[in-house]
């Protein structure tokens, strides 16, 4: 059974291009979350997504980001025109279920820098 | 709103030696509590869990038990090894189950 998988591993855009970070999530699992983790720093939630739905998007910065998980492919982080201060590792989980005592399990992460 | 607090790294351990992170929570109702490992360059896997007060998650010689009374999930191992040496987050899960709230982690390195 596959883990979850992120593509790119690795993602250079200079500032104000786009950058969009994949998700796949284990399989049988609906539930995709987000989370940023900046240099030295713990991890810090953005978005949760099941199949076509934002559950909570709390944690996204207002502009430039978004996020969607359609009903077929991978779940989507896009960020639009991007800043120095994008710069960090973008990490997706997911879990079978929305439940409290579910684990989430975590990708490889996408590590983006912004020249 | 829901927070976790974690002992400030790095911590410097000879290998053998006994490891205790401390971490301790705030947050409404009952929270579920993890233990996540991070290893360079690599993203977070799940140590241990523990899902309701007194509960203890164990794995690969660590182990955590969930205190309610002091609001703590202390993450112990008796003999660490160098290849323990890892970044590790505290995490709680909320009621709701939306999204873990994690703590700042704390680097520990084993010498051999």
């Known amino acids: 059974n596959a883990g979850v998988m992120q593509n790119p591993r690795h993602l250079v855009r200079r500032r104000g291009q786009e950058a969009r970070l994949r998700c796949s999530p284990m399989k049988g699992h609906s539930h995709v979350y987000w989370y940023r983790q900046l240099p030295e720093e713990g991890l810090k939630f953005m978005v949760y997504l099941q199949k076509e739905n934002i559950i ?8 430039r980001f978004s996020a969607e998980f359609p009903k077929e492919g991978p779940s989507i982080l896009r960020i639009q025109q991007v800043v120095r201060g994008d710069s960090a590792a973008y990490f997706c989980a997911s879990s079978p279920g929305g439940q409290p005592t579910d684990t989430q399990y975590f990708g490889p992460g996408t590590r983006l820098t912004v020249l | 709103g829901d927070s976790v607090t974690q002992m400030e790294g790095p911590v410097t351990l000879s290998e053998e030696a006994f490891l205790t992170i401390n971490c301790t929570y705030t947050a409404t109702g009952y929270p579920s509590l993890f233990w ?43 003999s660490v090894q160098v290849s323990d040496s ?21 680097r520990l390195s084993v010498l051999p």
């Not at chain 1, 909570?56 to 502009?63: A, C, I, L, Q, W």
């Not at chain 2, 993203?43 to 182990?63: I, M, P, R, V, W």
């Not at chain 2, 890892?86 to 704390?106: E, K, W």
């Open chain 2, 36 to 78: 996540y490992v991070q290893y360079p360059g690599e993203g977070l896997q799940l140590l241990l869990k523990a899902t309701k007060a007194d509960d203890k998650g164990s794995n690969k010689g660590f182990e955590a038990t969930y205190r309610k009374e002091t609001t703590s999930f202390h993450l112990e191992k008796g």
């Open chain 2, 86 to 106: 890892a970044v590790y987050f505290c995490a709680l899960s909320d009621n709701y189950g939306q999204n873990f709230v994690f703590g700042p982690g704390t």
């Open chain 1, 56 to 63: 909570d998007e709390s944690g996204m910065p207002k502009e």
